[in-house]
T-cell receptor, first 114, second 116 residues
Framework: DQQVKQNSPSLSVQEGRISILNCDYT??????FLWYKKYPAEGPTFLIS?????DKNEDGRFTVFLNKSAKHLSLHIVPSQPGDSAVYFC?????????????FGQGTTLQVKP | GAVVSQHPSRVICKSGTSVKIECRSL??????MFWYRQFPKQSLMLMAT?????????EQGVEKDKFLINHASLTLSTLTVTSAHPEDSSFYIC????????????FGSGTQLSVL
């Protein structure tokens, strides 16, 4: 039973445009979410996070939006750059804080075309 | 950023043999390390949580006798796949957490295991 889902396996965007990566979850007890980025032959690296007490968190070109009622979060990258091409995983922290084990989605491969 | 080294990156072995995978935090002490498994086009599935000096906590459905985890120091955890079979072929990846919070979770680059 997949508690965190990324339904789009891939996304292709032109350089300079906005990239929107989506993630849905089923467990209403999740209250902290993180996005990781993974380049080939490397491990995932932390990108941005959001607590359920917020609906938006911004860090430079990256913004994560959380819609608790819809159990949906999205990662916006604007403007997209070719170096953003990677696999993006969303993850939910299980438990009542950001110290719990992570439940990952399947990942979305983003390709940013020059 | 913090570095987690995972070795080997790729291993091919015969059915019935055991394979050891190492995960080292190079520039920080990790009281907690995690081991994941990933099948193609699927998510990272947590196998076990490893705390230094204590027994690992395995997720439901993960055989502890098959996947032996040792976390003998604050910088090293090992996963041994015992008596490997073709169905154990997968991508295994470790992570190490610096402190309590998941923003400080750092991943190794993974090990592709192929069992013939």
């Amino acid at each position: 039973d997949q508690q965190v889902k990324q339904n789009s396996p891939s996304l292709s965007v032109q350089e300079g445009r906005i990239s929107i990566l989506n993630c849905d979850y089923t467990n209403s007890m999740f209250d902290y979410f993180l996005w990781y980025k993974k380049y080939p032959a490397e491990g995932p690296t932390f990108l941005i996070s959001i607590s359920s007490i917020k609906d938006k968190n911004e860090d430079g070109r990256f913004t994560v939006f959380l819609n608790k009622s819809a159990k949906h979060l999205s990662l916006h990258i604007v403007p997209s750059q070719p170096g953003d091409s990677a696999v993006y995983f969303c993850a939910a922290s299980e438990g009542s804080s950001n110290t719990g084990k992570l439940i990952f989605g399947q990942g979305t491969t983003l390709q940013v075309k020059p | 950023g913090a570095v987690v080294s995972q070795h080997p990156s790729r291993v091919i072995c015969k059915s019935g043999t055991s394979v050891k995978i190492e995960c080292r935090s190079l520039d920080f002490q990790a009281t907690t390390m995690f081991w994941y498994r990933q099948f193609p086009k699927q998510s990272l599935m947590l196998m076990a949580t490893s705390n230094e000096g204590s027994k690992a906590t395995y997720e439901q459905g993960v055989e502890k006798d098959k996947f032996l985890i040792n976390h003998a120091s604050l910088t090293l955890s090992t996963l041994t796949v015992t008596s490997a079979h073709p169905e154990d072929s997968s991508f295994y990846i470790c992570s190490a957490r610096e402190g309590q919070y998941n923003e400080k979770l750092f991943f190794g680059s993974g090990t592709q295991l192929s069992v013939l």
